[in-house]
């Protein structure tokens, strides 16, 4: 379940725009399972470098995560406003995932929710996903 949860956090986390300062980013991931109430997993959070590239174009910064059982992730209905970035994502492979969310962002801040669904086993199990992020200063 936990690299369940790990894929689908990565999947869906980070959705940049122009706005976005390169450099290294601090990404924290809070994830419930609502159909299970009593599962709390600890929080994941990873550090990664974003290039220029990367804080124009959310997604390169897919290609450049590793994600174990997710690959081919791909954006829809992605759309700015203002400091807002909505999206809805698919992957394939071993977890194929669905993705919709919303994540506002300053230069060197990032907050939005995330909810998801994986196939696990053949059965669906959906998460809801907070998002929050923090640039540290350069790579």
């Given amino acids: 379940m936990r690299i369940t949860l790990f894929v689908i956090g990565l999947a869906s986390t980070v959705a940049l725009a122009a706005d976005v300062s390169p450099g290294s980013w601090e990404i924290t991931m809070e994830t419930r399972v609502p159909a299970e109430p009593g599962f709390a997993p600890p929080p994941f959070q990873i550090t990664q470098c974003l290039t220029d590239a990367d804080a124009r174009d959310p997604s390169r910064v897919l290609g450049g995560v590793s994600n174990p059982g997710a690959t081919g992730c791909n954006y829809s209905d992605k759309s700015y406003s203002g400091n807002t970035f909505t999206f809805s994502m698919?992957?394939?492979?071993?977890y194929e995932i669905k993705a919709s969310g919303r994540v506002s962002f300053t230069a060197d801040t990032?907050?939005?929710?995330?909810?998801?669904?994986?196939?696990?086993?053949?059965?669906?199990?959906?998460?809801?996903?907070k998002i929050s992020a923090r640039r540290l200063g350069g790579c």
């Fill in 90 to 94: 698919q992957c394939a492979g071993t």
């Fill in 110 to 129: 990032m907050q939005g929710m995330i909810d998801s669904t994986a196939s696990v086993g053949g059965k669906p199990v959906q998460t809801q996903n």
